[in-house]
């Protein structure tokens, strides 16, 4: 499994950046697909995942009602979708892939895959 993640970049508070992780490898059926991030100095934290088949999504509080995570089955490409951006979202966002279906689905102890990360910076 590969995982290619883009969309980082540099935005004032309150601007929008979307993500993208391109996923290849193989047939992600029963898959959860996630982004967390990490900040200097910090754990890395959940953000949003989703679940590859049925499109079910479970987010972290800090991100809920600003945060979009969404698929494209056909492009095998995940999104996040960030909206009214805040100084406190600067990080690394990785995107990973769980195999073990929709438990335990906020631990990054569970994703068995990450790409890269892709550096997000919220100026104030």
């Known amino acids: 499994v590969q995982l290619q993640a883009s969309g980082g970049g540099l935005v004032q508070a309150g601007g929008s950046l979307r993500l993208s992780c391109a996923a290849s490898?193989?047939?992600?059926?029963?898959?959860?697909m996630g982004w967390f991030r990490q900040a200097p100095g910090k754990e890395r934290e959940f953000v949003a995942c989703?679940?590859?088949?049925?499109?079910?999504?479970y987010y972290a509080d800090s991100v809920k009602g600003r945060f979009t995570i969404s698929r494209d089955n056909a492009k095998n490409t995940v999104y996040l979708q960030m909206n009214s951006l805040k100084p406190e979202d600067t990080a690394v966002y990785y995107c990973?892939?769980?195999?073990?279906?929709?438990?335990?689905?906020?631990?990054?102890?569970?994703?068995?895959?990450w790409g890269q990360g892709t550096q997000v910076t919220v100026s104030s």
């Open positions: 990973a892939s769980k195999s073990t279906g929709w438990v335990y689905i906020s631990g990054r102890e569970f994703y068995d895959y």
């Open positions: 490898g193989r047939t992600f059926g029963n898959y959860v």
């Open positions: 989703i679940r590859w088949s049925g499109g079910s999504t």
